[in-house]
């Protein structure tokens, strides 16, 4: 699952990016911005709790965060992928998401934090954490997207339409750090994940640099694909829903050097017309 990046050109490709200033730090000076958005004119959260309510997945008067006091533990149980019943159901939510999501890529993405073109993932990914986080029973993934094949040179975007805070969130840790941690491990992420996952000094260290995200519906955040991040598990009273997705310049992709493929069971091909839409924002 995780790239020791051991062909060359890959790792001349992933290294050469590790070691750029990258978009985020080029547009604001810094490698992770908060940034805030008018809620009711996208209607995320709505969007999603129509459809769960259609599909059976949540009763008339229960909100987003407390979708776990109404769903089986099957239904919220996550596989290795972090999916649960409950979160995949979410990729069908239909094409007013979808056109309200496309929205969103052109007047906040681009029209108000980038000033450059770029591709977009065509379909976000789902998430939803509960209490107890039931099937997580792996130690907390510290880790970059890079690791399973995405272009170091990707800014991620997180946005949440239920309240979150704590355990609940994100976790994040700053891009200095982060790259620290990398470049200890040659930027290998099969070694480091294989001494993530025995090593409680590793372990704990990544603790110390990461922080959550403390956010409600209307704010998002946008970060560098280098910075260090996961889902932990939910210790809270809440659930939390939410989707992200990524974001290449066209700059970016045209001198990545390399073809990047995911390392999942999709094998995904990062690139225009794949996981990208074929489309650039300013093309649609």
């Known amino acids: 699952m995780y790239l020791d990046y051991s062909e060359p050109k890959l ?5 050469t990016g590790m070691s750029a200033d990258g978009d985020m730090v080029r547009q604001f000076g810094t490698a992770i911005k908060d940034f805030s958005f008018d809620a009711d004119r996208y209607n995320f959260r709505e969007f999603a709790a129509r459809h769960l309510a259609k599909h059976g997945f949540l009763p008339d008067g229960v909100p987003l965060e407390q979708i776990h006091t109404v769903n089986s533990e099957e239904d919220l149980t996550v596989d290795s992928s972090g999916q649960s019943r409950l979160s995949s159901s979410l ?4 094409d007013g998401f979808q056109k309200s999501y496309f929205q969103f890529i052109k007047e906040v993405v681009r029209g108000e934090l980038f000033n450059f073109d770029f591709y977009f993932q065509t379909v976000p990914t789902f998430r939803c954490s509960v209490p107890e986080s039931p099937g997580y029973d792996w130690r907390p993934n510290y880790h970059t997207d890079i690791a399973i094949g995405h272009p170091p040179s990707v800014v991620n975007f997180w946005v949440p339409v239920t309240d979150c805070r704590g355990n609940n969130s994100l976790i994040y840790a700053d891009l200095k750090d982060s790259v620290e941690v990398w470049r200890r491990y040659d930027c ?5 994940h294989e001494t993530l996952d025995r090593d409680d000094a590793l372990f704990a260290h990544c603790m110390e640099i990461s922080r959550s995200y403390d956010a409600q519906n209307g704010r998002g955040l946008a970060f560098d694909a280098r910075c ?6 939910n210790d809270t009273d809440a659930s939390r829903v939410s989707f992200d997705f990524r974001i290449l310049s066209v700059d970016a992709y045209n001198s990545l050097g390399a073809e990047f493929v995911g390392t999942g069971r999709r094998g995904a091909q990062f690139r ?3 996981y990208y839409h074929e489309k650039s924002v300013d093309q649609l």
């Open 11 to 15: 790792r001349a490709a992933m290294l």
């Open 272 to 274: 225009p017309g794949g």
């Open 91 to 94: 990729y069908s939510v239909g």
């Open 228 to 233: 260090m991040h996961l889902h932990q598990k």
């Open 188 to 192: 290998n992420f099969k070694a480091f």
